[in-house]
């Protein structure tokens, strides 16, 4: 442990007089030696690790936790402190630690969502084998997109209250009961209730397709929109120019003509008929879903599309600018992009899985 020595002199100084460079150079090295030590190291020898790195990485920049973040993220004995300490950092941090660390017990990871946000509940539903109390904390507090999220994967357990919630929820979302039905550990007596949830929508939808009023293509994407319009304070004028819209996009988009660029040009006109109608082709969903992820409650929908889909923050940006509510805000606009820049697209491309509805445009 000499090295370790060394470099404990050269912390003190480090952390005294040293600057940001300096001090992100110094856990640089601390991090290099621990990994190259690591396999061979005993508990006591892991603390010392512990309580140094520890103290330095509290006094570095961003840039520099979130790389330590990375970097230990996946070791076996990594110091334990640390690593709780980078899982209630900022998403950017913290994610790399929650999604990968073996050293985040189950009790760790309730506490990080009790005290953070949907985005590091997001980042928890993506690790291997989520226990029961994780599971049950996440559908009890995440939310709908985070219940989507930890019923997804595979491997998460669940215990008998926490399926039962997700399969009474189901009853009421088409999406979650086409996750739960790829699940093969629902419980006998659960499976009942999810069948027929499954068959009063499947009825439900028939219903809708053998309305008269619903013949041909575009008639019955414009029917389908209209409850959303209405729901959102729309006047019934309004839907032949959503009609309208509809026409044009399907045009550009059989001509090859329908892109990323030709909905930032839409949104930066103000378009916004034709802003719905082309995220709803682009991004396979309905134009009550479209709309809903552009103008609805939920300001973070239209983030995950587009993240989702790979386009940039100035299209994204572009889209906000429709809103009523945040589109005219700087501050607004600022906070929603240091949130874009944080969410991963792995993330936001399973999200939007469940967010496409059952009559998504091909």
């Avoid at 002199?9 to 007089?17: G, K, V």
């Avoid at 840039?63 to 950017?92: K, M, Y």
């Avoid at 985070?146 to 215990?159: E, I, L, M, P």
Wanted: charged share 25%; aromatic share 2%.
């Amino acid at each position: 442990m000499s090295a370790v020595a060394t470099l404990l002199r050269d912390l003190e100084t480090t952390m005294a007089r040293g600057s940001s460079d300096e001090r992100a150079d110094m856990l640089s090295r601390l991090t290099d030696l621990f990994l190259a030590t690591a396999g061979d190291m005993r508990e006591e020898q892991v603390g010392v690790f512990d309580a140094v790195i520890g103290r330095l990485s509290r006094a570095i920049e961003l840039r520099a936790r979130i790389e330590l973040s990375e970097r230990i993220a996946p070791v076996p004995n990594a110091p334990v402190g640390i690593v709780r300490q980078l899982a209630l950092d900022e998403i950017a941090v913290a994610r790399p630690v929650l999604v990968r660390s073996p050293r985040l017990s189950d009790q760790d990871l309730v506490a990080v969502s009790a005290a953070k946000g949907r985005d590091h509940m997001l980042a928890i539903t993506e690790r291997p084998d989520l226990g029961e109390p994780v599971t049950d904390f996440l559908i009890l507090r995440g939310g709908r997109v985070v219940t989507h999220a930890v019923a997804a994967n595979q491997s998460a357990r669940f215990s008998r209250h926490g399926m039962g919630v997700l399969v009474m929820r189901a009853a009421q979302d088409d999406a979650l009961q086409a996750t739960l039905g790829l699940r093969s550990d629902i419980p006998a007596e659960l499976v009942g209730q999810l069948m027929a949830a499954a068959k009063n929508s499947a009825r439900r939808r028939l219903s809708e397709s053998l309305e008269p009023a619903l013949a041909g293509e575009l008639d019955g994407a414009v029917e389908r929109g209209a409850d959303a319009i209405a729901a959102s304070g729309r006047m019934p004028s309004e839907l032949g120019a959503i009609g309208a819209a509809l026409v044009q996009i399907r045009e550009l988009n059989d001509a090859g003509q329908l892109d990323e660029a030709k909905l930032r040009s839409f949104a930066r006109e103000g378009a916004t008929e034709h802003s719905i109608c082309a995220i709803a082709v682009l991004a396979q969903l309905s134009l009550p879903a479209s709309e809903q992820a552009l103008l609805g409650s939920d300001r973070e929908a239209i983030l995950i599309v587009a993240r989702g889909l790979g386009w940039s923050w100035e299209t994204t940006a572009s889209l906000i600018s429709l809103r009523k509510d945040q589109g005219k805000s700087q501050a607004a606009l600022d906070r929603a992009r240091e949130r874009f820049r944080d969410l991963a697209q792995s993330t936001a491309q399973r999200v939007l899985g469940f967010l496409r509805m059952r009559d998504a445009k091909p």
